[in-house]
């Protein structure tokens, strides 16, 4: 049983990390839903292992093509980096003590849902991530800092903010993918060390199998939201966060 709800948390991990419709508030909602013992945000980082390798696999012309001609847009991913990864480590404590609660993840679901649809309607989408620069980046870079409250999602608020700079849809994920590579880097990793040590430390197999689904289904996520964007709108993900807010709601109300 143990094996089976990790595999299916991998499993939701890996499809709703590069999805805007928030990777954590998922996994925290479908543990109330199903009464699963909470493992904790330490746990639900060292998933993030998962979908960083598939990151790395699938995305890695962009690397390349970084490293060896287009170091400017390197350098645009370190520095929308910097904001994110502060405030990351200020309220980790905070963000898993005060802000994992069903309210306010059907809260921010809905809320940021239909300011990312507002976004991309009001946005010309007119400028390719070769084109864009440290204004840009920064703008994308500060957007990440609300990823930290569960229900806003990184990767929406990173299209919000790549929106708002008029980046086409595309490019907009492909940045916003590229930007969640040192952040999960670095969340991911030293969350995997503190279960490994950690006085309730977690089998390094059942962790193992975690990251496995995560990498799987990361890469599917991938190809789905680079595919889709070419040709529609983020419309969709507002509309299915909205209908998950009501849902959310609705199991609340009929819980009292």
């Not at 805007?20 to 508030?25: G, H, I, L, Q, Y």
């Not at 746990?43 to 012309?61: C, E, N, P, Q």
């Not at 170091?71 to 990864?85: E, S």
Request: proline share 3%.
């Amino acid at each position: 049983m143990e094996a089976i709800r990790v595999i299916f948390l991998g499993a939701i991990q890996g499809l709703t990390e590069f999805i805007p419709v928030s990777s954590t508030a998922h996994l925290f909602l479908i543990r109330d839903f199903f009464n699963w013992p909470d493992l904790g945000l330490s746990f639900d980082m060292s998933l993030h292992l998962g979908t960083l390798l598939a990151l790395i696999i699938y995305m890695w012309r962009d690397w390349y093509n970084f490293l060896t001609k287009r170091r400017d847009l390197l350098f645009f991913v370190i520095i929308a980096t910097i904001p994110g990864g502060i405030v990351g480590f200020l309220l980790e404590n905070a963000a898993e003590i005060y802000f994992r609660s069903p309210l306010i993840i059907a809260i921010t679901l809905s809320l940021f849902g239909i300011i990312l649809l507002l976004v991309d309607r009001w946005s010309k989408h007119n400028i390719s991530m070769e084109n864009m620069g440290i204004k840009e980046a920064l703008v994308i870079g500060l957007s990440q800092i609300l990823a930290v409250i569960p229900g806003v999602s990184r990767s929406g608020a990173t299209l919000t903010g790549a929106f708002l700079c008029n980046l086409k849809r595309e490019d907009g994920a492909r940045f916003s993918f590229l930007l969640s590579l040192p952040i999960i880097l670095g969340a991911g990793g030293l969350s995997f060390l503190k279960l490994l040590k950690g006085p309730e430390a977690i089998p390094v197999n059942t962790i193992i199998i975690g990251i496995l689904f995560s990498f799987l289904f990361g890469y599917l996520a991938i190809h789905f939201m680079l595919t889709y964007l070419k040709k529609h709108s983020s419309n969709i993900f507002t509309y299915y966060r909205l209908t998950l807010s009501f849902i959310i709601i609705i199991f609340l109300l009929n819980r009292r």
